[in-house]
C-alpha cells in the first residue's frame, strides 16, 4: 500500500466514527453561533422562498402522490409526508438563490438540503436545540469534507448543493437518529448513491428542486439506515468511491483533515444579495461607486467589471429572460444594483428580467476576466456624464473574510420573514433561534413557521 | 458551428418530438412482443424479488413515511404512495439481478426503473395495455439511447439502472401522461437532474435500491413536467449535459441515431442466471461441460475459466459473505453452477454464500483474462479425475444472438410467480400479459399481482 493509500484507508468510517461519538458539549461555543445564525438565516430564505410559484408547481404534486401530514411546509397553511414536506422546503429555501454558501474548498448551499431534513425529523420525534445543533454541524462537516475530498466536483458539471447536499443530509438525519459509526456510514453512502443535480439545469425551477430532492433522500437515507439497510464502507474513498466518480481529482484523505479541531459550520457565509454568490463582489463594486456618488441610469454610458473567469462561466447569460435566469446574470446585476442600490429579491423577479430600464442598462455592462483575482473580489469603472468612477472589493460581503454581523442577518431575515408570517411571530422565531441550544422541544418552533399557524 | 455540433443541435428536444408524436400503431409487431415479454419476464422477477430480506428493511420505512395506499406493492399485502410503490417494486425488481438487461451500445436493466413507474401511474389512471407499451417503449428509446451518447458512462462508475433508469422512467412516465414534447424534454431532464447510483454500492441493498429510486424519480418527474415544471430543454447535450458529465466521451448525436427504425426495446435482453449479466458466458460453459459428462465436484481439481477483462472487474469478488455479494462473484458462480448445473435464485443466498462445499470448490476456480473475447463469449475447462473438459460459448444465453425463447420467459416467470401468487393466478397473469395489447385497463393485471388479491 503506497503512502497515499494509506493516509486515505478507512476514512469514511473514520469520519463516521468522530461524528457518531460527538456530543453537543463538544461543540465550540462559534460553532454553535454560527448553528444559530445558519438556521436563523436559512428560515428567512425559506419563507420568502414558499411564496415563490415554483412550489406551486410542486406542492399539487407532492399533495396528491405524497404522504399523510406529518411535516410542516413552511409559509405554507400545509403539511405533507415526512419525504415531501424536506423537498418543498429545501426547494423554498433555495429557490431565491439567497441561502448560505459555504466556499472553503467546495461550493455547497448546505443549509437548504440539510435543516429541512432535520426540521422533519425533529417533528415527527421530540429533538431539542442541542442536538438539532449538533446534528446541523455534523451535516457540514460530510458535506463540505467530502467536497473537498473531490476537488474537481464543481468544474465537473455537478450541483454540489444536490449531491454533496443529499450525503451530508443524510448524515445530519443519521446524526439526529443517533446512529451508531457504522450505521452512520450507511447513511451517508445511501445518501451519495442518491446524489444528483445537474449544472445543467442552472436557471430553472430545476435548480432548488435538487436542494429540496437532497433534503429528502437525506430523510430517506437516515430511516433506512436506522432499520439496517447496508451499503459500501468506503463510499468516498473506494475504488468507484464518490471523489473518484464525481471529480477527475481525488483527495480522499481531505475527509479527516483536522477532523475535530476545525468545524465547518464556522466557514459558513451568508449572502446579503440574492443571487449566484460569485456575483456579490461585483454587485458589491457597483453599489460602493453608487454609495459614494449618485450615477443616473439614464447619463451611464458603460459599466466596466472585472472579475476571476470563474464568475462569467458561472453567471454569463446576457439577456436573462425570468427572474430565475437573472439570479446567474452578471449583466442583470451590475443593473439592478445600480439601478436600485440593491440586488434582493425585487431585483431577481421576471418582471424586472423583462424591464425595460434594466434591459437598457445591462446592454452597457461590459466584463473582463482577470486570472489574478480570487473569486470573492472584483473591480468595477462606470463611465456616466464625463465621469470616471471606481471601485475594488477585496472581499466580497457575506464571505467568512467579510461576514454579514448579527445584526445583518437579523434585519435579512425580519424583510424576509416578516410579510409571510407576521411581524410578531417573526421576533418570536428570531428569539427562539438566538437561544436555540435552550429549546427542549423545536416542535415550538416549527409551530411558528407555518403560515396559518394562529399567532400567540 | 462544427459538424459535430450541427449535428448534435436540439438532440435531446428531437427526439422528445419523436417520443411525443409516437402512436401504437407506430409500434412493429417484434417491439410489441419483445415489450409483452419484458413485463412478463419483470413481473416474474419483481414477483421473487418481493420475499428479498432487503425489501423488510425498506417496506417499513416507506410504510412509516409514505404515502396514502394509492399503489399497490407486488408480492406483498400492502400499497404504498404514488412514489413509494415505485421504490418498492424496482429494488424488488432488481434485488435478485435477475431482471432484463440492454447491451446495446450500454448496459441498463431498463424495466425495474421504468416498469413501477408505468404500473403505478396505470393504478391511479385507466391506462389500456397498447398505450402501457407504448410507454415501456419510449422509456428504452430515452435510456438507452442516453447511455449510447454517454459511452464512458459505466467505466466511470455509475449504475446506470439508477442514472439511466431514472431519465427512463421519467420518458415512460412523462409518455403515459401524455406530455407534449417541451413537456416531455422537460421529464427527461427533471429525470436526469435526479439520476444517481454508484457502482461502489455493488454487492449491496444499495444497488437494487438504486432501480427503485430511479422509478420513483421518474414517476416524479412526469408529474412536475406535466405541471408545468420546468428545465433546460438541451439536457442531454448541453455543455453541461449528461453525456458531457457523466461521460468521459461524448456522442449526443447518437440520441438520434435511425430514430424511428430503431426500437431499442427489440435489442433487450433476459437472463437464465439469477446474478451479474457478464457471469452468464462462464456460467453456460460451466453447465455445458457438466451436461456433456457428469463431472463430480468433490473430484475436480482445477475449474479454468478465460473471460474478457471486464467481467473481472465487475464480478472478482473472491469470497462473497452474502448471497448479494455472491451475484457479483465469478467464483461462486462457476461453483454453483458445476454443483447444481444451475444458477437461479437459490444458488445465490446468504446460506448457499457460506456453504463449505460451495466455498471448497470456488477455490480451485482460476480466471485469465482475454482481450480478444466478447463479453459474451466465454472458455472453460474443467480437470477432474485425470480428464479434461472444456467448452467454448459464443454468444451466453438470454443475449439477443442467442435469446431466450418465449417458453422459457414463460418457464421463469412461473419458477419466480408461481410460489408467490400461486399457480393459478400466475397463469391468468401470463394470458393477460401475452395478450396485453387488448386489455383495456391495466388494473385488471394489476390486481393479480399482490398476494393477498382473492383468487378469481
Known amino acids: 500500500m503506497g503512502n497515499d493509500a494509506a493516509r486515505s484507508a478507512g476514512v469514511t468510517q473514520k469520519l463516521c466514527t468522530h461524528l457518531a461519538g460527538l456530543r453537543f458539549s463538544d461543540m465550540p461555543e462559534r460553532a454553535v453561533h454560527e448553528g444559530r445564525r445558519g438556521v436563523l438565516d436559512w428560515l428567512g430564505c425559506a419563507l420568502a422562498g414558499a411564496a415563490d410559484p415554483t412550489l406551486d408547481h410542486l406542492l399539487p404534486v407532492l399533495e396528491e402522490a405524497g404522504g399523510r401530514a406529518q411535516a410542516t411546509v413552511f409559509g405554507r397553511g400545509v403539511k405533507l409526508g415526512l419525504l415531501d414536506a424536506p423537498l418543498a422546503n429545501g426547494q423554498m429555501g433555495h429557490v431565491l438563490d439567497y441561502d448560505d454558501t459555504h466556499m472553503g474548498g467546495t461550493v455547497l448551499h448546505t443549509s437548504s438540503p440539510v435543516l429541512p431534513a432535520l426540521f422533519a425529523l425533529a417533528e415527527r420525534d421530540t429533538v431539542n436545540g442541542r442536538d438539532f445543533l449538533l446534528a446541523y454541524a455534523a451535516g457540514f462537516e460530510a458535506g463540505v469534507r467530502t467536497g473537498q475530498a473531490s476537488p474537481g466536483h464543481h468544474k465537473g458539471g455537478w450541483h454540489l448543493t444536490g449531491t454533496l447536499g443529499s450525503l451530508a443530509a443524510a448524515v445530519a438525519a443519521g446524526k439526529l437518529l443517533g446512529l451508531d459509526a457504522k450505521r452512520l456510514a450507511h447513511a451517508m453512502a445511501i445518501g451519495a448513491t442518491q446524489a444528483a443535480g445537474m449544472q445543467q439545469n442552472r436557471g430553472t425551477m430545476c435548480k432548488s428542486f435538487q436542494a429540496g430532492r437532497a433534503a429528502a433522500s437525506g430523510v430517506l437515507a437516515g430511516l433506512l439506515a436506522e432499520r439496517g439497510f447496508d451499503s ?133 455592462v461590459t466584463v473582463t476576466t482577470d486570472e489574478s483575482l480570487r473569486t470573492d473580489q472584483a473591480h468595477a469603472r462606470i463611465r456616466a456624464g464625463g465621469h470616471v ?68
Not at 298 to 327: M, N, Q, W, Y
Not at 403 to 431: C, L, S, W, Y
Open 389 to 456: 468612477h471606481e471601485a475594488a472589493i477585496e472581499h466580497a460581503s457575506g464571505t467568512v473574510a467579510n461576514p454579514m454581523t448579527d445584526g445583518a442577518i437579523e434585519a435579512k431575515f425580519f424583510a424576509n420573514a416578516g410579510p409571510v408570517i407576521g411581524a410578531v411571530r417573526a421576533q418570536q422565531v428570531r428569539d427562539l433561534v438566538w437561544k436555540l441550544d435552550a429549546l427542549d422541544d423545536v416542535r415550538t418552533l416549527i409551530a411558528l413557521l407555518s403560515r396559518d399557524a394562529p399567532l400567540k
Open 232 to 364: 459500501s464502507l468506503e463510499i468516498v474513498e473506494g475504488t468507484r468511491g464518490y471523489c473518484r466518480i464525481y471529480s477527475d481529482v481525488a483527495r480522499p484523505e481531505a475527509l479527516t483533515d483536522e477532523l475535530g479541531s476545525r468545524w465547518e459550520i464556522t466557514r459558513n457565509g451568508h449572502k446579503p444579495y440574492a443571487c449566484g454568490v460569485v456575483l456579490h463582489p461585483p454587485i458589491d463594486a457597483v453599489i460602493a461607486i453608487r454609495s459614494a456618488a449618485p450615477v443616473a441610469p439614464r447619463d451611464v454610458s458603460a459599466i466596466e467589471l472585472r472579475v476571476h473567469p470563474h464568475v462569467v462561466s458561472i453567471t454569463g447569460t446576457v439577456e436573462p429572460e425570468t427572474g430565475l435566469a437573472s439570479k446567474f446574470s452578471i449583466y442583470h446585476s451590475a443593473a439592478v444594483a445600480l439601478i436600485d442600490g440593491a440586488a434582493g429579491i425585487v431585483q431577481y423577479t421576471d418582471q424586472r428580467a423583462l424591464d425595460p430600464e434594466v434591459i437598457a442598462l445591462r446592454r452597457k
